[in-house]
């Protein structure tokens, strides 16, 4: 079983959005996961379901992977994301899981998943995530492991490489 994890991309700050859950990514937001995305899918990186938060910022970052990596179960809203959710139940779930699944949330929340999967402390995070940063943990033999950790500035220094 294989979780890949995402930290949305930069939200908007202007005060227009009241309310928090309203604040869409920014155009630069939207860049840098766009690129995460594009390397995904360059890597043959596949997914059977994006799950994000459902708060816009989320979903908008959740509907860029899904044009790249075009996952079969689509793109779906799910409660247990948010920033201060609790992440027990959550871990336990995705052992159970049997298809890979892109979970699109928000900090501290995905720093305490990945902590929790890899069995780590949560005050010391073993994966930090910016915006636009992703992390793939794999199930085997009853442990998660950290597959690889791509952040926007690898990203896009890898896919600098790749032009010209």
Not at 14 to 41: F, H, I, M, N
Not at 91 to 116: C, I, K, Q, Y
């Amino acid at each position: 079983m294989r979780v890949i994890l995402v930290r949305h991309g930069k939200a908007s700050k202007d005060p227009k959005y009241a309310r928090d859950e309203d604040r869409p990514l920014t155009g630069r937001g939207e860049s840098e996961v766009a690129v995460l995305a594009q390397w995904l899918a360059r890597a043959g990186i596949t997914v059977h379901q994006i799950r994000h938060s459902g708060l816009l910022r989320a979903q908008q970052t959740a509907d860029i992977f899904a044009r790249q990596i075009k996952p079969a179960g689509g793109v779906v809203a799910v409660r247990g994301l948010l920033f201060d959710d609790p992440v027990d139940e959550l871990a336990r779930e995705l052992a159970l899981e049997t298809e890979p699944v892109l979970l699109v949330g928000h900090n501290p929340f995905m720093e305490r998943l990945a902590a929790a999967l890899l069995r780590a402390d949560a005050a010391q995070p073993p994966v930090w995530f910016a915006t636009s940063s992703t992390a793939c943990l794999d199930y085997v033999d009853g442990f998660w492991t950290i597959k690889w950790v791509l952040h926007r500035e690898l990203a896009e220094a890898g896919s600098d490489a790749g032009e010209g």
